[in-house]
């Protein structure tokens, strides 16, 4: 068990990095969380996030958190409409009733807003827990400790620290040298506000839920979100350096409709009252993944979670699989199994790479058939299994 007067940094505010905090506190321990975001509502969230039973929803019961989640989940927000190109629903969620969420089922699925998950745990934080306008640039070992220095030209000292910063985590480097790499795809994000009124066809078609097409190698993904707006991405095979070299400027709005029309020539109209009117800038998200076989070894006094630790190709479970790395990393750390912190880190690593692994591949598997010719017969046999 980490002694309470042990100092314990965790570098990124995202949800695994929030998880672990609470979890941490909860033991007594002096945790501060540094995060580059100016302050918590700098930027927006992104879509929703539904949580599983034997991973995020299991991490929020461990912290006690549970409870408020069941008051703030969206029920509904999970129903799903697969349909084509052309606009012609092919399978309806809707079309069941909506029925209250049983969260002992596994196959549970709660939908919640990534803004919303983020604020639930920063309340569930000690005043001062997160040190906002904190961007890593550097650390190294004195005396024992980590100095930690930021862009601003602050410092703080640490005993620990945890690297929560995302697939481009700049603590990664310090763990392992093995780097990331291209995963085959691209995402391009947009968000639209006001949806009733901005995009009221896709509105009234999302019907609070979430539009899924898969044509020609592309995947569209539209979800609805709390606030009335909609998040929808764009995934298809491209070279890494495609948005950079297509000299397209995603902040212009003429040119980023063009580039989407030329995407989008042989689907329906109805699509383009999304790339029309959504705001500026699109994000464009070229996406990576660790190796399947990394591995490394254990320090005592550092360790990673999350993408920093396991970046991959989209598969639904990133959110999930932070926040159980962040539950079993303070198991490890607060329990009573350990003699030492290298010994316990050394097992959330080994226990939380060998999960990975086993996401990596099915991530992959997953992005090739989403991105298949037979995708759209795919993704209606799946749906038609678990609704059957």
């Known amino acids: 068990m980490i002694p309470g007067n042990k100092k314990i940094a965790i570098i990124g505010g995202g949800p695994g990095g929030l998880t672990l ?21 700098v930027r927006s969230q992104g879509a929703t996030l539904d949580l599983h039973k034997q991973s995020g929803l299991k991490a929020l019961k461990a912290a006690y958190l549970l409870d408020e989640f069941k008051r703030m989940y969206r029920p509904g927000a999970e129903k799903a409409r697969v349909m084509d190109k052309e606009g012609n629903i092919l399978f309806d969620e809707h079309e069941q009733a909506l029925a209250e969420i049983d969260f002992d089922n596994p196959r549970a699925r709660p939908e919640i807003d990534r803004t919303d998950l983020r604020n ?62 291209y995963a085959g795809i691209t995402i391009l994000q947009g968000n639209i506000g006001n949806a009733k009124a901005t995009v009221p066809r896709i509105d009234d078609l999302l019907q609070g839920g979430k539009i899924s097409v898969h044509h020609g190698g592309k995947y569209l993904h539209i979800s609805a979100k709390g606030d009335g707006s909609i998040d929808f991405y764009v995934s298809s095979r491209t070279e890494e350096t495609w948005a950079s070299g297509s000299g397209i400027d995603f902040s212009d709005k003429v040119q980023v409709v063009q580039c989407f029309k030329t995407m989008f020539a042989d689907w329906g109209s109805l699509w383009f009252e999304l790339f029309e009117n959504v705001d500026l800038p699109i994000l464009v ?50 329990g009573d ?23 990596v591949v099915g991530s992959f598997e997953m992005m090739e058939w989403m991105h298949g010719e037979d995708a759209q017969d795919r993704i209606l046999a799946f749906f038609k299994t678990i609704t059957a």
């Not at 905090?21 to 509502?41: H, I, M, P, T």
């Open 120 to 181: 639930l745990l920063l309340n569930s934080l000690a005043p001062e827990t997160v040190v906002w306008n904190r961007h890593f640039v550097d650390m190294a070992a004195v005396g024992g400790q980590w100095e930690i220095k930021f862009r601003d030209g602050t410092t703080a000292l640490a005993d620990i620290v945890i690297g929560a910063d995302g697939g481009n985590s700049k603590i990664r480097p310090f763990v392992t040298p093995i780097k990331p790499s």
């Open 285 to 334: 998200r070229p996406q990576y993944a660790v190796p399947s076989d990394q591995t490394w070894d254990a320090k005592s006094n550092l360790t990673l979670l999350g993408d920093a630790a396991h970046i991959m190709a989209p598969s639904g479970e990133g959110v999930n699989l932070a926040m159980l790395d962040a539950l079993e990393l303070s198991e490890c750390l607060t």
């Open 21 to 41: 905090a609470r979890l941490l506190q909860n033991k007594g321990l002096d945790v501060k969380v540094y995060e580059r975001d100016l302050n918590r509502d």
């Open 337 to 359: 199994r350990f003699n030492d912190t290298q010994s316990a880190i050394a097992a959330y690593e080994a226990s939380m790479r060998k999960r990975a692994a086993q996401e």
